[in-house]
T-cell receptor, first 112, second 113 residues
Framework: DAGVTQSPTHLIKTRGQHVTLRCSPI?????VSWYQQVLGQGPQFIFQ???????GRGNFPDRFSARQFPNYSSELNVNALLLGDSALYLC???????????FGSGTRLTVV | AQRVTQPEKLLSVFKGAPVELKCNYS??????LFWYVQYSRQRLQLLLR??SRESIKGFTADLNKGETSFHLKKPFAQEEDSAMYYC???????????????FGKGTKLSVKP
């Protein structure tokens, strides 16, 4: 099993641009969550999707959006990028919440 | 409000010494608590779940609802335990899958030879 895979691994964007980050969950996992991790902080919850429906949204502006596809992969979109969006974006999947989540290696986004 | 507090940014111990990484939480419902570990240059990994009451790599953690704590303990630290440790709180108001974890800021454990 490849685990949770995320692409790209690194990305540099300019302020005002938009970005799409991709995540493939572990096979059989229907729940996918997105987190933002800023240097020196723990991951902060952005979105959760379960069975292609949004089940949770963290305290992030509407510039952040996400979706889950029929194969349970997911995309995180961020519009009108700000310098403060520079962070590691983590995707995690789970078979069942009480089992805990398996995290991907993340996408390092740098906004210049 | 849901919150996780890890009071120590850095914990430094010698090999063979006991380790306790503190975690306190604030949550009005029935909490689900986890410890995640991140070794150098590796991805975040699940270490323990309170619901399973297991011991992994010699680490244990007991949920104390009275003190709202979920401290991580190991009687004899090893150098390979050096890593970043995050306590995470699960649970939400949603009736279905509850996927939003609230993480503490993390404690960096350094085990010296």
């Amino acid at each position: 099993d490849a685990g949770v895979t995320q692409s790209p691994t690194h990305l540099i964007k300019t302020r005002g641009q938009h970005v799409t980050l991709r995540c493939s969950p572990i096979s059989g996992h229907k729940s996918v969550s997105w987190y933002q991790q800023v240097l020196g902080q723990g991951p902060q919850f952005i979105f959760q999707y379960y069975e292609k429906e949004e089940r949770g949204r963290g305290n992030f502006p509407d510039r952040f959006s996400a979706r889950q596809f029929p194969n349970y992969s997911s995309e995180l979109n961020v519009n009108a990028l700000l310098l403060g969006d520079s962070a590691l974006y983590l995707c995690a999947s789970s078979l069942r919440h009480t089992y805990g989540y398996t995290f991907g290696s993340g996408t390092r986004l740098t906004v210049v | 409000a849901q919150r996780v507090t890890q009071p120590e940014k850095l914990l430094s111990v010698f090999k063979g010494a006991p380790v306790e990484l503190k975690c306190n939480y604030s949550y009005s419902g029935s909490p689900e608590l986890f410890w995640y570990v991140q070794y150098s240059r590796q991805r975040l990994q699940l270490l323990l779940r309170h619901i399973s009451r297991e011991s992994i790599k010699g680490f244990t953690a007991d949920l104390n609802k009275g003190e709202t704590s979920f401290h991580l303990k190991k009687p004899f630290a090893q150098e390979e335990d050096s890593a970043m440790y995050y306590c995470a709180l699960g649970g939400s108001d949603y009736g279905g899958s509850q996927g939003n974890l609230i993480f503490g800021k993390g404690t960096k454990l350094s085990v010296k030879p």
